[in-house]
């Protein structure tokens, strides 16, 4: 490996550990802004719906974490790296991500600007990440009841968001096309609260749903509600959101019965499901979930 290539990579894993520091879950990135380990089922000869389980690393954004000796061990495995992604939606900061993308005939920074005087809202200072083509990351943090999907222009042409599964390219992080840096005097601030009504803009709306048999009460049923209202498009995404919740409240062994269930009735296969809630029980609690 060529000495400028080693540099990258000491640099990326330095950048990497000092946001988990921060409490931000991260996973190695390649030059290319993807994940840096490749996955462990890539040769199965049938398709695996795998975010971990298995015990091996590969799993992309499911494999992110704050534990320093982990984040060590994935940029050994992956000495090529030279970024780092962070995690969005998970525990403490339940980030979100606001991408302000160039490549859009519209001015997104404009576009967002508009969207904020038609709704009403404003951004209070927050870390801005500047991208090498221009564009801006800002990082907001979501309630930890509100689950935040993915999407790409939904909000407005140029706007893209960041939300449960999905991750941003972190500071420091050197790709194909240059550095993502972030804008000076934003550093130090920790991500700024996302106003309600830019949070209503881009979760989705719970719509009603009937309750789920095997008998979950208060904040365990509100979870299990969540899951069954999911649509297509939502659905693993919810699940694997509402397991960490349930997990990180120590709800995640005594709701994971309900938990599928919820997402069976919403259209997920009961397999796919037991292996999603596993991997939110190996994220937040290092240990694979149990039926009880």
Not at 28 to 50: M, N, Y
Not at 71 to 87: D, E, S, V
Not at 91 to 96: F, G, T
Request: aromatic residues 4%; hydrophobic residues 40%.
């Amino acid at each position: 490996m060529a000495t400028s290539e080693r540099h990258a990579a000491t640099l990326a894993l330095a950048h990497a550990l000092s946001a988990a520091e921060r409490g931000l879950a991260v996973i190695p990135l390649s030059r290319s802004k993807l994940p840096a380990l490749r996955s462990p089922h890539r040769d199965d000869p049938t398709p695996t719906v795998c975010h971990g389980e298995c015990g091996r690393t590969g799993h992309g954004v499911y494999d992110a974490t704050t534990d320093l000796s982990r984040i060590r061990q994935l940029f050994a495995a992956a000495p090529w790296a030279t970024g780092y992604g962070i995690a969005c939606g998970l525990a403490p900061h339940h980030l979100i991500g606001i991408d302000l993308d160039t490549k859009s005939p519209s001015d997104s920074s404009a576009t967002l600007r508009e969207l904020a005087l038609r709704h009403l809202f404003t951004i209070q200072p927050t870390v801005v990440v500047v991208t090498p083509s221009g564009g801006r990351h800002l990082w907001l943090t979501g309630p930890p009841d509100v689950v935040v999907p993915n999407s790409a222009s939904r909000l407005a042409p140029g706007i893209d968001v960041r939300g449960a599964g999905g991750y941003l390219v972190g500071p420091g992080s050197r790709t194909e096309h240059g550095v993502y840096s972030t804008v000076p005097g934003t550093t130090h601030l920790a991500p700024a609260p996302c106003p309600r009504a830019l949070l209503r803009l881009i979760a989705p709306s719970p719509r009603a749903s009937r309750p789920v048999a095997g008998g979950t009460q208060g904040q365990g049923y509100g979870l299990v509600q969540f899951v069954q209202a999911a649509r297509i498009g939502q659905r693993n995404t919810r699940l694997f959101w509402a397991a960490c919740r349930a997990y990180e409240n120590g709800l995640g062994d005594a709701l994971t019965a309900a938990l599928t269930d919820a997402a069976v009735r919403a259209g997920l296969d009961a397999h796919e499901a037991r292996a999603t809630i596993a991997s939110a029980a190996r994220l937040t609690t290092g240990r694979p979930a149990t039926d009880s």
